[in-house]
Every structure is written in structure tokens, then in C-alpha cells.
């Protein structure tokens, strides 16, 4: 699987868009991006995943640039309870376990 | 749907005793489930992969004598710590995959949380 690179750490105010992104230059044509997050003390969550197109859902939005060597996942209005660690994971629908990088650790404030 | 639960969700043991943990996939078959284990500020590290009605997979590392896995049936995967020590103290991660809609996601269990004494 191609590794991803995300920052640390980010800060958003409630109520603004919060957007994390990922480099993953190394992706390849059969991977997909897919995004999780975790929130203290509780198993990952599932938000999305893409292959090229950008995609939305009730969670969030996903954009993947054209090349594919990035992404950005957007939280159209951040609440408090957004506050977690999100993790930016590429692998091929055959591809198995989910690998877990170090993530981006988001805090939204008030 | 998809949804994946465990049991317990937290445990407190002597050390040398042994530990089950219970993995299922409530509406949703799971023809592979995986174990992870997270340390304190740390992310999450696979343990092992198991498929249906086949032995587990383990990463480079893992003790399969000593982390067993069982997975018997298309809902339940269950974990079992032998001989716990201290430093098996952790929290342990379970997830699922199906087939169809459900073979593209990982889903995850909400974890259980485990302290050896």
C-alpha cells in the first residue's frame, strides 16, 4: 500500500470547515483513499473513501486531485465533537487489514 | 448497518490468567476480521488477519501461541490472551469485512480495553 503523509496537528473554530489534507504521491492506479477517525478511547469510524472522483457523503467531502497524488477531506461545519484523530489510509479494494499511519489530530474549538 | 460490537468492552485481570475477547459482525457476514492492539499515544498496530474457517495470519512479531484467534463462523472472531502480563496491557481493536457493499469498508468494533495487575 502507498504511504500517506498528513500533518500532525490542526486547530478549527465550531462552525468553520475543517480541511485535513493528505499527500499520497506514491498511490497507485488501484488504490483507493480512504479516510477513518478515531475518537478517544473508541474503535475507528468509517467517513469515506474515493478512487478519482470526489465524493460526498453525510459526513464529509472528498476531494482528490487530478493526479490523485492528494486529497483533502472537508468537514463542512466542524462541532466539538469532530474533535479526533483522523487517519488518511490508501490500499486496493483487494488488498486486506487497513494500515495506520500516525494521523492528524484535530481540535475544534469553541 | 454494519455495525461491529465487542465483549467486553473493558477487563481487569490477574497476571497468568488467560483473556477471551468477542468479535461480531451484528448484520453483516464477515468473511475476514482483523485484530489490532493500541498503546497509549500510539497508533493502531495489526495483529493478526483471520478468515473464515481458516487459521489466522499473523504479523511479523506477534506470538500466535500466545494471542489466539479463533474465527468459527461468518459473525464472531474471538481473541484469547494466554498467560496475560503487565505488558499485554493495551487496548485491543477488532474489524470486519464482508463481501458485496461491505467488502470495500473495514468496520470497527469499539474496542475493549484490557489491564493486566
Known amino acids: 500500500d502507498a504511504k500517506t503523509t498528513q500533518p500532525t496537528s490542526m486547530d478549527c473554530a465550531e462552525g468553520r470547515a475543517a480541511n485535513l489534507p493528505c499527500n499520497h504521491s506514491?498511490?497507485?492506479?488501484?488504490?483507493?483513499v480512504y479516510w477513518y477517525r478515531q475518537i478517544h478511547s473508541q474503535g475507528p469510524q468509517y467517513i469515506i473513501h474515493?478512487?478519482?472522483n470526489n465524493e460526498t457523503n453525510e459526513m464529509a467531502s472528498l476531494i482528490i486531485t487530478e493526479d490523485r497524488k492528494s486529497s483533502t477531506l472537508i468537514l463542512p461545519h466542524a462541532t466539538l465533537r469532530d474533535t479526533a484523530v483522523y487517519y488518511c489510509?490508501?490500499?486496493?479494494?483487494?488488498?486486506?487489514?487497513?494500515?495506520f499511519g500516525k494521523g492528524t489530530s484535530l481540535l475544534v474549538t469553541p | 448497518g454494519a455495525v461491529v460490537s465487542q465483549h467486553p468492552s473493558w477487563v481487569i485481570c490477574k497476571s497468568g490468567t488467560s483473556v477471551k475477547i468477542e468479535c461480531r459482525s451484528l448484520?453483516?457476514?464477515?468473511?475476514?476480521m482483523f485484530w489490532y492492539r493500541q498503546f497509549p499515544k500510539q497508533s493502531l498496530m495489526l495483529m493478526a488477519t483471520?478468515?473464515?474457517?481458516?487459521?489466522?495470519?499473523?504479523e511479523q512479531g506477534v506470538e500466535k501461541d500466545k494471542f489466539l484467534i479463533n474465527h468459527a463462523s461468518l459473525t464472531l472472531s474471538t481473541l484469547t490472551v494466554t498467560s496475560a502480563h503487565p505488558e499485554d496491557s493495551s487496548f485491543y481493536i477488532c474489524?470486519?469485512?464482508?463481501?458485496?457493499?461491505?467488502?470495500?469498508?473495514?468496520?470497527f468494533g469499539p474496542g475493549t480495553r484490557l489491564l493486566v495487575l
Open positions: 474489524s470486519a469485512r464482508g463481501w458485496g457493499s461491505f467488502q470495500e469498508t473495514q468496520y
Open positions: 506514491t498511490i497507485s492506479g488501484n488504490e483507493y
Open positions: 474515493g478512487l478519482k
Open positions: 489510509i490508501v490500499r486496493a479494494l483487494s488488498g486486506y487489514a487497513l494500515n
Open positions: 448484520d453483516f457476514q464477515a468473511t475476514t
Open positions: 483471520s478468515n473464515e474457517g481458516s487459521k489466522a495470519t499473523y
